[in-house]
């Protein structure tokens, strides 16, 4: 056993070498590396961020001139029959890009790249919400139904780009398969170890795997996995519709709360968030480029925009029109980088730690020793407030690693319908999602060191850049299509979003006679007027792209036309 568990790690340590080279080249040339600022940055996040700048620049900042509009999409509450709701869909993709990294991988940007890190990996999400409103859009025009659900994402507009070749589907599914397998490990014992560590605030030995704790907390997170695996992408969704907003509001509430006690450095972090983007602190390397490079980087690998690990969660929506899914799919970036990375920033640059006589000591801390280290120095020291902030954090922090352990096996499974949709099979991909899972809870249980296979998901990461990409550039041209066919009908689908948003408004309220009622009623009005004014205009995303082939398209349109009919 010792010895194919040394040929294991000796093979991942190889390929190890290779996803290092495609991450990091050219910065890994020496010539490259000396030419200041641009010497920070690979290929690959070239390609990612200058992708995001294009994009925005190509859809004239629609990232910004409908922010409002996608707000009320996301929350226009409407039933779907076929699909999930675009909130829903919003929310599966907010429980896989809400993670652990969100704590450690800002932690780390700043620890490595001081504050100023912060500004640009705002800037970064801010022009990525264009890419992932173009990568979202396409998995919604190349969407597929699977019952009473819709799949879809890379691997399925992937071959219907690439001349329909069903070889091109097949190899960028197994590539995500591949992937989540190599993932899913970290997070099963990432969501068992924040409440270990709680654990251990009454018994120091509760970690130990002699102790009955970790067995009990391991099977409790398999069985309840294995329960949300088997019930499929809608089921999974009333999961993550109640998951992703409470983890979201507690632990923004929580920050928010630290951030009122110490509101005397709320101008401090703002400050040196902004000075130090262009100068960085001598302890941070004092170089520009460190600052940016690591900003950028942690805002790309966070809101995941232009790598396709997110585009399942686009299709899976039962959208009036691509674009209106892609809008509210760019929020998305939003939500994780802005709203939820932010106060981890707040955190970890307000208690000033590297700054004081023992920051050598917190600089050489992990990531999330750094991070807990933060909050207890917010809360005044150790005592019981301390050890109340803890304990949430690191529910918080399990539950990010559960959502994403969550979206990676619905993902997965829809990628393995790509392949076949035979029952067996997708039996199989289930049981195998909670193997690799149990895997890896057990081989850290064991004491036995697997980073070299764990960071495996690095190359496979990468390669799903490299595919997905391109693609986005080879349909450009139908997201293009789509989007000047849907601002040319803006008022049509305003008025139609205007119409379900206010009937569901209407439906919550008891006094109908009330002046907000009235006001509600007065809107209801318009809209319907609207409608059935134009309710034989060319609103129909599929009216304007029949030369695709879209049955998928074709049925949501009588879908919604009959919709019309009956108001």
């Known amino acids: 056993m010792d010895a194919l568990f040394a040929a ?23 010539w490259y590396a000396n030419i200041p600022i641009l010497g920070s940055f690979s290929i690959a996040m070239i390609a990612l961020l200058g992708t995001a700048i294009f994009f925005t620049f190509r859809f004239g900042f629609l990232q910004f001139r409908y922010f409002k509009h996608a707000i009320k999409i996301l929350f226009s509450g409407t039933k779907k029959r076929k699909g999930i709701s675009p909130l829903a869909s919003f929310l599966l993709s907010s429980a896989m890009r809400v993670g652990p990294g969100n704590i450690l991988g800002v932690t780390g940007a700043i620890s490595v790249g001081g504050p100023g890190a912060i500004l640009w990996m705002w800037v970064s999400a801010l022009f990525s919400m264009a890419t992932a409103f173009v990568e979202s859009t396409l998995a919604q025009i190349f969407k597929q139904r699977d019952g009473d659900e819709y799949i879809g994402g890379m691997a399925f507009y992937g071959q219907k780009l690439i001349k329909n070749a069903v070889g091109v589907g097949v190899a960028l599914s197994i590539l995500y398969i591949v992937y989540a397998f190599l993932c899913l490990p970290a997070q099963g014992f990432n969501t068992i170890s924040g409440f270990l560590a709680i654990a251990e605030l009454f018994d120091p030995s509760a970690s130990s795997p002699e102790q009955p704790t970790c067995w009990v907390m391991f099977l409790i997170m398999l069985i309840f996995v294995g329960f949300l695996a088997f019930g499929g992408v809608k089921f999974v969704t009333k999961f993550t519709d109640v998951s992703v907003p409470i983890m979201a509001v507690v632990y923004i509430g929580t920050v928010l709360t630290l951030i009122a006690i110490n509101f005397d450095r709320i101008p401090w972090f703002f400050y040196v968030v902004f000075t130090e983007a262009f100068q960085p602190n001598a302890i941070f390397g004092g170089a520009f480029g460190v600052a940016l490079q690591q900003g950028i980087r942690r805002g790309l690998m966070s809101n995941e925009a232009g790598q396709g690990t997110i585009t399942m969660a686009a299709a899976a929506s039962n959208a009036k029109h691509p674009c209106e899914q892609g809008m509210v799919q760019s929020m ?30 917190w600089m050489d801390l992990g990531k999330l020793e750094k991070f807990t280290a933060s909050c207890t120095s917010l809360c005044g020291g150790e005592g019981f407030p301390s050890e109340i902030v803890f304990i949430i954090m690191c529910v918080c922090f399990s539950l990010f690693a559960l959502t994403t352990l969550v979206g990676f096996v619905s993902f997965t499974e829809i990628c393995a319908k790509r392949i076949t949709r035979a029952k067996a099979w997708v039996f199989f991909i289930r049981i195998m999602c ?16 697997l980073s070299a296979l764990w960071n495996l998901s690095d190359m ?27 601002v040319q ?59 695709l082939n879209l049955p998928e398209w074709d049925q949501i349109t009588k879908d919604h036309k009959e919709v019309i009919r009956n108001i």
């Open 434 to 449: 909670l193997f690799v899972t149990a895997f890896g809870v057990i081989v850290n249980f064991s004491g036995l060191d």
């Open 8 to 30: 294991v790690i000796e093979v991942c340590a190889k390929l190890q070498i290779i996803s290092d080279f495609l991450w990091d080249f050219p910065t890994n040339l020496d």
């Open 489 to 547: 009908n803006f008022n049509f689908h305003y008025s139609m979003l205007q119409y379900e948003t206010t009937n569901n408004k209407l439906a919550r309220m008891n006094d109908k006679t009330s002046k907000k009622a009235k006001k509600i009623l007065e809107k209801n009005s318009v809209a319907k007027k609207y409608l059935t004014e134009h309710a034989n205009d060319d609103w129909s995303y599929h009216s304007g792209n029949a030369n």
């Open 460 to 486: 496979a990461n990468i390669l799903m850049v490299y595919c997905n990409l391109p693609l986005l550039y080879i349909g450009l041209k139908h997201v293009l299509r789509a989007y000047r066919h849907y």
């Open 332 to 361: 998305g970036v939003f939500f994780d980088t802005i709203v939820i990375c932010t106060p981890t920033a707040f955190v970890v640059i307000m208690s000033q730690l590297w700054l004081g006589p023992n920051g050598g000591e």
